[in-house]
């Protein structure tokens, strides 16, 4: 079993930047694909990126080119880079890990 903490989000204005952090123990990151979810309220949750046990990316068509999706082995954590972001990117970010593991989300709101 793996546990995952997701850390980053708050209040940013359009056009502006975030990192999210997902710390994961138990297992390592490393040995398995690692992706990052998205959910706002009445909707389903949404696949935002994906890294493979490789180390290839994948995003969805909404988030390319603005946002990046890394891993840091010796950290044993996963990263999501958000640029450009834009007031539809609001929503509650996961963590998720193909060991079957969810985070416990943080709020990504984009605002002026």
């Known amino acids: 079993q793996v546990q995952l903490v997701e850390s980053g989000g708050g209040l940013v204005q359009p056009g502006g930047s975030l990192r999210l952090t997902c710390a994961a123990s138990g297992r390592l990151v490393k040995d398995n694909a690692m992706s990052w979810y998205r959910q706002v309220p009445g909707k389903q949750r949404e696949l935002v990126a994906t890294?493979?046990?490789?180390?290839?990316?994948s995003y969805a068509d909404s988030v390319k080119g603005r946002f990046n999706i890394s891993r840091d082995n010796a950290k044993n954590t996963v990263y999501l880079q958000m640029n450009s972001l834009k007031p539809e990117d609001t929503a509650v970010y996961y963590c998720?890990?193909?060991?079957?593991?969810w985070g416990q989300g943080t709020q990504v709101t984009v605002s002026s």
């Open positions: 998720y890990s193909f060991f079957g593991s």
């Open positions: 890294i493979t046990r490789a180390g290839g990316t």
